[in-house]
């Protein structure tokens, strides 16, 4: 794909595969196949749609009134639509929002008759969550009592007061649903360029008149800004700025899905009520993955450094210190693995969706942090009524496909049907990673899918191979070995995540050699 | 529909466990022994051990890991012990039925009449020890290194810190040298060697490579591959001592922090567990809490030795062939085994009968020096023996003859303890 030369010209130039990008990409296919994808990393959700968790907000963590809020509440609402025929799950388990002794800082509550305290955390404090909720458009929430709160999650703190049930809390795996919309959007037409950096925007009087990456120049008349942590830097070259992207961390630990599957149903959150400071995240809860793993998480911290992954030795101390209070017999030692991603918020704390007036045919779909994968179906809507303005075609095209078909599992198929293809391709039966039941013809599958997979987290994120307890220990140089055959490259090329992350170092003895170093 | 195999044993893993447990129960008198390996030759890990220091006990004399496995390899050649390899098993029930998968007969069933787990352990990781920092390429196990270098025939990095003394991380420290990959160093978070004083000497000390004590691994540095880790020398309560950092360029970072019994697939089978050694509470002859189902090895609990698993294993295949031939000793109550003054565990945790010998295995708490064992029931000493020095990555070995249990009168539990010599 890397030696494929870019397009001369394109109808569309989304910058950025992402969610946001991907979706929107996918999206215009409806309309006309002349897209092109433009992203700077190997694969496509290989920035923040790869490390969050997973969660379609409701929208109710968030202001009334802003336009992050509205598209968050559209969003959730059209989530089943918008991944009808994408072959990717999506479940809602709904949130519960526990109320317990210190929902009250204790400050406020220490001098408070016990009978006002308790009317506090029982009744008043849910009925307005509650209201809070239906004035945003969120329907369907409810109060729990003790009773039932034990009942749907029997590891919830006995300091629970009470509870607010969100049902429309769903889950989503945020990059194989970016991979999927990446695909259904190539079905259709659309043309992805990895490896393929952005370094100008070529405006002329004020009319966008092309892209120029690392790997050559693009005209077009319309560009999709959503190039995330970098939207600022993007939209800076068009001069359409005006805006700073800065960079909050958001650390989540993952536990093994033996050992926590079950643990929590729905997503689990304790509702505190804001101290002094500002908080700058929903507060994050416990929430199962789709695949049964319990996530705890996220931190929220402003880093000035837009590639800072990595996760401090406080952040796993807050996180366990946050959430024992509310799982007090939590097991600490079935961690498996932690991730950090990196929220892209603007100052102003709100998502920035326009058409520039400095440079026509320049959209920017900017800070879009969190609920940005909640509120992607309802960004897409109006991202695609702007481009109409700019001369989208209005037209839905009749031959749009609307099914991306999503690669085969292993572990999802029945007995009878794993005898079918072992029969026809015996690499069917042949388990590579041993925690997720990964066989090998999925690993060479997805090697060659409609974006094919070039490397060790490509992979991995297509497949699940390495994701299980063992993290990668037992198929890690197995899976190299079967990257380096497909690609047909030495296994001393094989990356993890592209340039610059070789897994290994050299052959056997090539250091023992004279002039070695 | 296939045929249901219906095999007197199904042993699940073909390592130095797997091995023993099979050709004990073929011994034994079974006729019809099934060995199941998810890798493509037998073995497990040993193949990959290429350095000495296997078969003392069992063999009295020195072999290196594939010499050991191919003693086993070859008597089993002489029997028809089924074979299955490249077979991943996917479920094991409670009444004992198999699941497994294989490219040549897709997904089979079997039926056995008794079951000898022999998975294994696998490699703690990063995470499990929360080492925090960048996730980059070129973080691994010692024993995922070893594979790569010893099976794979590459090498990992050209610089490596090696974190965690356990004797795979020790055996890897002179092999990386050997290699001409530079070992910076070895840090260990505990104020004394995580493996044993054999490989500490033959491997660190012979080749002037630095063993930091009481030290740990507090950051990993690098975006795309490995640049560093910073290294922090920790207090008594191991938590790192502020100031005490120093970052160390390096492109690997190879763990070698403990490993775990691999029981998913006894937990399928809803066998009980033992928390201090993460492996099946079983009784004298192996037996797990589910009945028919055995158990053998690092599954059990990680034993320092192969030598002690070989021991483990011929218990356990004999066992399941008298279990299925009906000749077993069954005594009405189980008689516990309690872990006393400075001992972490004891396998077996119980004992079904007192009319065998029985091989009690255990590890102390901390390092003691001069020290007696005391294997004690109704005041009475069973067995006892002394030891220079104690250290919880050595396992200690108490043998005691069934006559000893007829002299204890009647015994209702048997007790270890650690104590000073001087007592």
Same mark, same amino acid.
């Given at each position: 794909?890397?030696?494929?030369?870019?397009?001369?010209?394109?109808?569309?130039?989304?910058?950025?595969?992402?969610?946001?990008?991907?979706?929107?990409?996918?999206?215009?296919?409806?309309?006309?196949?002349?897209?092109?994808?433009?992203?700077?990393?190997?694969?496509?959700?290989?920035?923040?749609?790869?490390?969050?968790?997973?969660?379609?907000?409701?929208?109710?963590?968030?202001?009334?009134?802003?336009?992050?809020?509205?598209?968050?509440?559209?969003?959730?609402?059209?989530?089943?639509?918008?991944?009808?025929?994408?072959?990717?799950?999506?479940?809602?388990?709904?949130?519960?929002?526990?109320?317990?002794?210190?929902?009250?800082?204790?400050?406020?509550?220490?001098?408070?008759?016990?009978?006002?305290?308790?009317?506090?955390?029982?009744?008043?404090?849910?009925?307005?969550?509650?209201?809070?909720?239906?004035?945003?458009?969120?329907?369907?929430?409810?109060?729990?009592?003790?009773?039932?709160?034990?009942?749907?999650?029997?590891?919830?703190?006995?300091?629970?007061?009470?509870?607010?049930?969100?049902?429309?809390?769903?889950?989503?795996?945020?990059?194989?649903?970016?991979?999927?919309?990446?695909?259904?959007?190539?079905?259709?037409?659309?043309?992805?360029?990895?490896?393929?950096?952005?370094?100008?925007?070529?405006?002329?009087?004020?009319?966008?008149?092309?892209?120029?990456?690392?790997?050559?120049?693009?005209?077009?008349?319309?560009?999709?800004?959503?190039?995330?942590?970098?939207?600022?830097?993007?939209?800076?070259?068009?001069?359409?700025?005006?805006?700073?992207?800065?960079?909050?961390?958001?650390?989540?630990?993952?536990?093994?899905?033996?050992?926590?599957?079950?643990?929590?149903?729905?997503?689990?959150?304790?509702?505190?009520?804001?101290?002094?400071?500002?908080?700058?995240?929903?507060?994050?809860?416990?929430?199962?993955?789709?695949?049964?793993?319990?996530?705890?998480?996220?931190?929220?911290?402003?880093?000035?450094?837009?590639?800072?992954?990595?996760?401090?030795?406080?952040?796993?101390?807050?996180?366990?210190?946050?959430?024992?209070?509310?799982?007090?017999?939590?097991?600490?030692?079935?961690?498996?693995?932690?991730?950090?991603?990196?929220?892209?918020?603007?100052?102003?704390?709100?998502?920035?969706?326009?058409?520039?007036?400095?440079?026509?045919?320049?959209?920017?779909?900017?800070?879009?942090?969190?609920?940005?994968?909640?509120?992607?179906?309802?960004?897409?809507?109006?991202?695609?009524?702007?481009?109409?303005?700019?001369?989208?075609?209005?037209?839905?095209?009749?031959?749009?496909?609307?099914?991306?078909?999503?690669?085969?599992?292993?572990?999802?198929?029945?007995?009878?049907?794993?005898?079918?293809?072992?029969?026809?391709?015996?690499?069917?039966?042949?388990?590579?990673?041993?925690?997720?039941?990964?066989?090998?013809?999925?690993?060479?599958?997805?090697?060659?899918?409609?974006?094919?997979?070039?490397?060790?987290?490509?992979?991995?994120?297509?497949?699940?191979?390495?994701?299980?307890?063992?993290?990668?220990?037992?198929?890690?140089?197995?899976?190299?070995?079967?990257?380096?055959?497909?690609?047909?490259?030495?296994?001393?090329?094989?990356?993890?995540?592209?340039?610059?992350?070789?897994?290994?170092?050299?052959?056997?003895?090539?250091?023992?050699?004279?002039?070695?170093? | 529909?296939?045929?249901?195999?219906?095999?007197?044993?199904?042993?699940?893993?073909?390592?130095?466990?797997?091995?023993?447990?099979?050709?004990?129960?073929?011994?034994?008198?079974?006729?019809?022994?099934?060995?199941?390996?998810?890798?493509?030759?037998?073995?497990?890990?040993?193949?990959?051990?290429?350095?000495?220091?296997?078969?003392?006990?069992?063999?009295?004399?020195?072999?290196?890991?594939?010499?050991?496995?191919?003693?086993?390899?070859?008597?089993?050649?002489?029997?028809?012990?089924?074979?299955?390899?490249?077979?991943?098993?996917?479920?094991?029930?409670?009444?004992? +039925?198999?699941?497994?998968?294989?490219?040549?007969?897709?997904?089979?069933?079997?039926?056995?009449?008794?079951?000898?787990?022999?998975?294994?352990?696998?490699? +703690?990781?990063?995470?499990?020890?929360?080492?925090?920092?960048?996730?980059?390429?070129?973080?691994?196990?010692?024993?995922?290194?070893?594979?790569?270098?010893?099976?794979?025939?590459?090498?990992?990095?050209?610089?490596?810190?090696?974190?965690?003394?356990?004797?795979?991380?020790?055996?890897?420290?002179?092999?990386?040298?050997?290699?001409?990959?530079?070992?910076?160093?070895?840090?260990?978070?505990?104020?004394?060697?995580?493996?044993?004083?054999?490989?500490?000497?033959?491997?660190?000390?012979?080749?002037?490579?630095?063993?930091?004590?009481?030290?740990?691994?507090?950051?990993?540095?690098?975006?795309?591959?490995?640049?560093?880790?910073?290294?922090?020398?920790?207090?008594?309560?191991?938590?790192?001592?502020?100031?005490?950092?120093?970052?160390?360029?390096?492109?690997?970072?190879?763990?070698?922090?403990?490993?775990?019994?691999?029981?998913?697939?006894?937990?399928?089978?809803?066998?009980?567990?033992?928390?201090?050694?993460?492996?099946?509470?079983?009784?004298?002859?192996?037996?797990?809490?589910?009945?028919?189902?055995?158990?053998?090895?690092?599954?059990?609990?990680?034993?320092?030795?192969?030598?002690?698993?070989?021991?483990?294993?011929?218990?356990?295949?004999?066992?399941?062939?008298?279990?299925?031939?009906?000749? +077993?000793?069954?005594?009405? +109550?189980?008689?516990?085994?309690?872990?006393?003054?400075?001992?972490?565990?004891?396998?077996?945790?119980?004992?079904?009968?007192?009319?065998?010998?029985?091989?009690?295995?255990?590890?102390?708490?901390?390092?003691?020096?001069?020290?007696?064992?005391?294997?004690?029931?109704?005041?009475?000493?069973?067995?006892?023996?002394?030891?220079?020095?104690?250290?919880?990555?050595?396992?200690?070995?108490?043998?005691?003859?069934?006559?000893?249990?007829?002299?204890?009168?009647?015994?209702?539990?048997?007790?270890?303890?650690?104590?000073?010599?001087?007592?």
């Amino acid at each position: 794909m890397e030696q494929v030369t870019l397009p001369v010209e394109a109808g569309v130039v989304v910058i950025g595969g992402g969610v946001i990008g991907c979706s929107i990409a996918r999206e215009i296919t409806r309309y006309t196949p002349d897209v092109v994808i433009l992203e700077k990393e190997s694969d496509v959700a290989d920035g923040t749609s790869k490390a969050n968790n997973a969660e379609i907000h409701s929208g109710i963590g968030e202001d009334y009134g802003t336009l992050k809020q509205k598209l968050n509440v559209r969003g959730n609402f059209l989530y089943e639509e918008f991944v009808e025929g994408l072959g990717v799950d999506f479940r809602r388990q709904g949130l519960m929002i526990v109320i317990t002794d210190r929902t009250l800082r204790s400050e406020v509550s220490k001098y408070m008759p016990k009978l006002v305290k308790g009317y506090l955390l029982k009744k008043l404090i849910p009925k307005l969550i509650v209201r809070n909720a239906e004035k945003k458009g969120i329907k369907g929430m409810r109060r729990l009592d003790r009773d039932e709160i034990f009942r749907m999650e029997p590891h919830v703190t006995p300091h629970a007061e009470s509870a607010v049930f969100d049902p429309t809390y769903g889950l989503v795996s945020p990059y194989k649903l970016t991979i999927a919309l990446a695909e259904h959007a190539v079905i259709n037409g659309a043309r992805l360029f990895l490896n393929a950096e952005v370094t100008g925007i070529r405006v002329e009087g004020g009319q966008l008149r092309g892209v120029v990456t690392d790997r050559g120049e693009i005209k077009t008349g319309m560009v999709i800004n959503a190039a995330g942590l970098f939207a600022d830097e993007v939209a800076e070259m068009a001069g359409a700025g005006g805006f700073k992207i800065h960079p909050r961390k958001g650390a989540t630990l993952l536990f093994d899905r033996d050992a926590t599957a079950e643990y929590v149903h729905s997503s689990v959150a304790e509702f505190r009520l804001p101290g002094k400071k500002k908080r700058l995240s929903k507060g994050g809860g416990a929430m199962p993955t789709l695949e049964g793993n319990l996530q705890l998480g996220p931190t929220a911290i402003e880093t000035n450094d837009k590639y800072d992954t990595s996760i401090s030795a406080e952040e796993i101390e807050e996180i366990f210190e946050r959430f024992y209070y509310l799982f007090p017999h939590f097991p600490r030692s079935a961690m498996i693995s932690a991730f950090s991603g990196i929220r892209a918020p603007t100052l102003e704390e709100d998502f920035i969706i326009g058409a520039s007036e400095e440079a026509r045919g320049f959209v920017n779909v900017a800070g879009i942090q969190s609920p940005g994968l909640a509120s992607a179906p309802a960004i897409v809507e109006m991202v695609v009524e702007i481009l109409h303005r700019l001369g989208l075609p209005d037209q839905k095209r009749a031959d749009f496909d609307p099914i991306r078909p999503a690669p085969l599992k292993f572990s999802e198929l029945s007995d009878e049907e794993r005898d079918a293809l072992i029969a026809t391709d015996p690499r069917w039966g042949h388990v590579i990673c041993r925690c997720e039941y990964v066989t090998e013809a999925e690993v060479v599958n997805v090697m060659h899918g409609i974006i094919p997979a070039t490397n060790m987290d490509a992979v991995k994120r297509r497949t699940r191979v390495g994701m299980g307890r063992c993290q990668g220990s037992f198929c890690g140089s197995r899976v190299a070995a079967i990257i380096a055959d497909e690609l047909g490259i030495p296994i001393t090329e094989v990356t993890k995540d592209g340039k610059g992350s070789q897994v290994f170092a050299g052959e056997m003895k090539s250091l023992l050699k004279e002039g070695a170093s | 529909m296939k045929e249901v195999r219906k095999p007197d044993v199904a042993v699940i893993g073909a390592g130095p466990a797997g091995l023993g447990a099979a050709l004990a129960a073929h011994e034994a008198g079974l006729r019809d022994v099934m060995l199941i390996e998810r890798d493509i030759e037998l073995g497990g890990i040993l193949p990959q051990c290429i350095h000495d220091g296997f078969g003392s006990i069992v063999f009295k004399e020195v072999l290196t890991g594939p010499q050991y496995a191919q003693r086993f390899i070859d008597e089993i050649a002489k029997t028809d012990i089924e074979i299955k390899l490249d077979t991943m098993v996917l479920d094991l029930s409670p009444e004992k +039925r198999i699941k497994a998968v294989n490219s040549r007969e897709g997904v089979i069933e079997i039926e056995p009449k008794s079951v000898i787990l022999a998975m294994g352990c696998r490699e +703690r990781t990063r995470h499990q020890i929360m080492i925090p920092g960048f996730r980059p390429a070129g973080i691994l196990c010692a024993g995922a290194a070893q594979r790569d270098l010893n099976i794979e025939g590459i090498i990992p990095g050209t610089r490596v810190v090696i974190l965690g003394s356990g004797d795979i991380g020790l055996i890897m420290a002179r092999r990386f040298t050997l290699e001409g990959i530079e070992v910076e160093g070895v840090y260990e978070i505990m104020d004394h060697p995580g493996g044993i004083t054999r490989n500490v000497v033959q491997c660190l000390n012979d080749y002037a490579i630095p063993l930091h004590l009481s030290h740990t691994v507090t950051f990993i540095h690098g975006r795309k591959r490995v640049e560093g880790v910073t290294v922090c020398a920790v207090g008594e309560d191991l938590k790192p001592l502020q100031g005490r950092e120093r970052m160390i360029p390096c492109d690997t970072l190879v763990l070698s922090v403990g490993l775990i019994p691999e029981n998913e697939l006894s937990k399928k089978a809803g066998i009980k567990l033992d928390e201090a050694t993460g492996g099946p509470i079983v009784d004298g002859m192996m037996e797990t809490s589910v009945e028919g189902i055995f158990a053998c090895g690092n599954v059990v609990n990680v034993f320092d030795l192969v030598d002690y698993v070989t021991q483990s294993a011929r218990t356990a295949g004999q066992a399941a062939a008298q279990y299925v031939m009906g000749t +077993r000793k069954r005594e009405g +109550r189980p008689i516990e085994v309690i872990a006393g003054k400075n001992v972490k565990f004891v396998v077996p945790q119980f004992l079904n009968n007192l009319e065998d010998n029985v091989s009690l295995y255990f590890r102390v708490e901390h390092p003691e020096r001069a020290v007696k064992v005391h294997v004690s029931a109704n005041g009475k000493l069973l067995a006892r023996r002394k030891a220079k020095m104690v250290r919880p990555p050595e396992m200690i070995q108490a043998n005691i003859p069934a006559e000893k249990f007829a002299e204890a009168g009647e015994i209702t539990s048997i007790e270890v303890d650690v104590v000073s010599d001087e007592e």
